[in-house]
């Protein structure tokens, strides 16, 4: 890995695969941040999701031998940082629920600031309040939806995952991640559309003419 500067996942994954044991911290700095948020998002607690992080990154370099690379690194990462998480919840039977179910969610935060701002300009305790509210009716809205279709918006709009690496990670065909997709934008724009936040509503979740 020495004089790489920004080795692929791949390159990285031969490494430590040709006795490069350093090398996985690569993965770990490039992954733990979004490994961590996903896993706070289902335990609601940062001890529990941290040890959740880092026992699917344990596993994750165990059985790396076993990775057959057909889908992303992440998206491998991704069920296995799941899977404990579900794991850990079927263990503690408190009253810690799935984020998906409730929450603050980051998408939430990320859709209040679209609103445009110009350089050099403060804007006041009105705006705030606005965009507050604003969260609040998308998190509302999100928490409505069946968790089925909340976890695959949050895969593609917040982790940023393409159709195919949701498929991947669901288990489910592609043709599928686009339909409960299509289900989820529409719902919440129907549910904007009903809590008044109707400028919210009329932003298109996906850039127009995406396609994968």
Do not use: H
């Not at 996942?9 to 040709?18: C, F, L, M, S, T």
């Not at 069920?79 to 998906?100: E, I, P």
């Not at 917040?158 to 498929?167: C, R």
């Not at 686009?178 to 809590?195: C, G, P």
Request: aromatic share 6%; with cysteine; net charge negative.
């Amino acid at each position: 890995m020495r004089g790489a500067a920004d080795p692929s996942d791949d390159e990285v994954i031969d490494a430590i695969r040709g006795g490069d044991r350093e090398a996985f911290r690569v993965l770990v700095e490039r992954y733990q941040g979004r490994a961590f948020r996903l896993a706070l998002r289902i335990l609601r607690d940062e001890d529990a999701a941290r040890d959740a992080v880092q026992e699917a990154l344990v596993k994750a370099y165990n059985n790396l031998a076993k990775f057959e690379r057909r889908s992303a690194f992440f998206t491998w990462l991704y069920r296995l940082v799941k899977n404990q998480c579900l794991d850990m919840l079927r263990r503690d039977r408190s009253n810690r629920v799935v984020d998906w179910e409730e929450g603050s969610l980051a998408e939430a935060e990320a859709s209040a600031e679209a609103t445009p701002e110009v350089a050099g300009v403060s804007f006041g305790p009105a705006t705030e309040m606005l965009r507050k509210q604003l969260r609040e009716q998308i998190d509302a809205a999100i928490a409505k939806l069946p968790e089925s279709a909340r976890e695959t918006l949050i895969l593609r709009e917040v982790e940023g995952l393409s159709y195919q690496e949701i498929a991947e990670a669901q288990g489910i065909p592609k043709g599928t991640v686009m339909s409960r997709l299509f289900y989820a934008r529409k719902q919440m724009q129907k549910l904007l559309i009903e809590s008044g936040a109707v400028e919210a509503a009329s932003l298109s979740m996906e850039p127009a003419g995406e396609s994968e």
